[in-house]
Every structure is written in structure tokens, then in C-alpha cells.
């Protein structure tokens, strides 16, 4: 009898822990991600936001180059944005060295913390793909 009982207990436990496990990926494992557009073919997903962001000049751009605007965010706040500009970099890259050019980043948006109540982490890039050298 003392067997039985010992063995009851585990049962709720591991199905809770299945359930976490099947459940964690859903939860940490989804972002917003755009497909990468014409910069001034699109409104900033900033500006429509309830959370601003801080934005910032990183380069000039340079006369008669296109401008191409990326934006990601993340599902919760436990992505930091540095994971997402990192992300957001990579996809804006491989689409320049598609047209056999080289990433130039002109501007980025970033959210601002606490990264809370739907204020996810999220970051908008505007870049141009120059020459390469």
C-alpha cells in the first residue's frame, strides 16, 4: 500500500512538467518579424505604437541609393534587443550581399525599457546596400 501511494504523487508532476515543455516554446520561441521594404514605401511600425522608441543616426545616406526599412520584435520581454538588432543586421545583410552589395545602417529605432505589458523589445533598421569596395 505504501508503494502505491509513493508512486501517485509523480504522476501530476510530470504531466506538469510535459505540459511547461510543450508549452515554453510557443511562449519564448515566436517574434514579429517584416519583410524587408522600400523605407519610404511603408509608415514606421513606431509610429502606430502606443510604446515609442528612441532613434538613432548612425550614418549618412548616401545620394540616390535606396532606403530599405526591417523591423523585428520580440514575443516577450525576455529577448533583449541587442538579440534582436543582431537578427535584424543578419536578414538585412543577406539580403544586400543577395545584389552583391554591402549593408550600410542610416538609422535604427529601438524600444525603450521597462519592457513590460506589451511594451516588447523590438527594433526598426534603415539601411541602404552600397557597392562593395
Known amino acids: 500500500m505504501a508503494r502505491l501511494g509513493s508512486k501517485w504523487p509523480r504522476k501530476p508532476i ?3 512538467r510535459l505540459l511547461m515543455l510543450s508549452i515554453l516554446p510557443s511562449v519564448t520561441g ?3 518579424t517584416s519583410t524587408i521594404q ?3 514605401s511603408k509608415e ?12 538613432s543616426d548612425i ?10 526599412r526591417i523591423f523585428h520584435q520580440g514575443a516577450t520581454g525576455f529577448i533583449s534587443v541587442q538579440t534582436l538588432r543582431e537578427s535584424a ?3 538585412a545583410t543577406e539580403f544586400c550581399n543577395r545584389k552583391q552589395k554591402s549593408l550600410n545602417v542610416i538609422q535604427e529605432t529601438t524600444s ?3 519592457h ?5 523589445p523590438r527594433i526598426e533598421l534603415i539601411f541602404e546596400c552600397l557597392p562593395k569596395t
Open 14 to 16: 510530470l504531466i506538469i
Open 30 to 32: 515566436c517574434a514579429k
Open 38 to 40: 522600400l523605407a519610404n
Open 44 to 55: 514606421s511600425e513606431f509610429s502606430s505604437a502606443i510604446y515609442s522608441g528612441e532613434t
Open 59 to 68: 550614418s549618412s545616406p548616401t545620394p540616390g541609393e535606396e532606403q530599405f
Open 89 to 91: 543586421e543578419k536578414r
Open 112 to 114: 525603450t525599457p521597462p
Open 116 to 120: 513590460i505589458l506589451g511594451n516588447w
